[in-house]
């Protein structure tokens, strides 16, 4: 094994001692006790902490505005604490400073309004959407994080001559660079075009990036097992077997244990069993049961649960004493809940082999279940991938051949669901 292969498998295995640690804390305990208990775990990570107790009190900051205001923050607890060596060393010397900043990240509709605001188009919740961006510009400093609403439109502007991608941009980029102007701009769309270059040029930037397309191949793994966790829940799966049927899927279609997307997975079989552990977004028709229209809206639902990854990443640009905690801004109430349902406890970052773990608050009750109801040749092989930090690259032909696979399957089960609907009517008449 090569010595930057070993530095990356020391430091994931690291990570994960300390991501067991939090997740297998008493409720009670103080972060410095977690810590203590197994100290060499942490070394070479930065940890933020969402604490039930103390901290910094960011989360009252974002909760005090109007009750109107689409934003839910990513993190559960009172208050924020951070860890690093650094930090540590730093407040021994009693100099330590922490700073938090709170990117808000931008659903597709709500960037879509930003156009429609400066072209002076009418559209919905205009009112509710001046009083967040006034809510934004006073508590976020105008930190809009853009890139995720324009992922969603890469594919579409990369295939064809598309226009209004690159407008919804330029007014992001206008907001963000001038907001007193672009107030004033209000139906003056002369105004955006000037804003149109610097678009233009970003997104030339990120069609030349691999990043933003092995962003969108993550998009895709997560759509591959909300598919298939559909089919399960809908052909009457118990979550042991449909739980089962699921990880075994994803590790034989792309040879790693995509734990993150898993975790939505788990709480879709779950939540088709037991209204009380539902999330609403699972409660729609098109997803309750398989019919025309269906594909559609788990291609969309796959985007709102991809933000959780992105915003996983998106921690990870923030270096030293600063921590990134965001924040999203969307009109989607489905994606409000489905946040504050899934809320996180923390995320640890490794910026020297750039490794990240976000850990949800009921991450324990996940971990348990998977040891619960997996067989242990599941287990062994899970346990294999993740020993030895196995690569986890998609391959594009195996994830697109995996998608066709599942929409074919969906198409037979709506198929047949419609002959039943079609003969119960013939019979009643």
Known sequence: MSANA??????????RRAKAAIIGRDRQASLAAIIAGDRAAFSGCRLLFASDHDGIALQEMFSAGPAAIPLANMFCGRGFLAFSDQIEEEMLQERCQVRLLT??????????????YVTGEDFQRREQFEDTLDFIEERAGRSLDYRFASLENLRQVSDGNIPWPYRELAAALFFTEA???FRAARGKPAELDKFLPLA???WQTWFKSPGPWDKLIRRDVVYCILLRTLIECWTGSTLEV?????VTATLDSFGFFPLKELYFGWKALRGFL???NRLSIFSEPKLRHPREGTIKRVRALAWDLFIFRWCETLTTEYKGNTFGVPVVT???QGLLEAIQLCPLRAVLIHDDERLVEAIFDDDLEFQQAL???????TKERIAEQTRYCRNTDVSRHALSSFILQLEKEVGTLVAARERDSSNRSRRNR
Request: charged share 25%; proline share 6%; glycine share 2%.
């Open 6 to 15: 070993a530095s990356r498998l020391d430091a994931a295995n690291r990570l």
């Open 103 to 116: 990117p808000v990240v931008l659903d597709n509709n709500f960037m879509s309004d930003l156009r429609s």
């Open 179 to 181: 907001p007193a102007s």
């Open 200 to 202: 233009e040029q970003q």
């Open 242 to 246: 449909g739980l089962s049927r699921l």
């Open 274 to 276: 037991s209204k009380d």
């Open 330 to 332: 969307s009109f989607d």
């Open 371 to 377: 040891n619960d109801l997996l067989p242990q040749s």
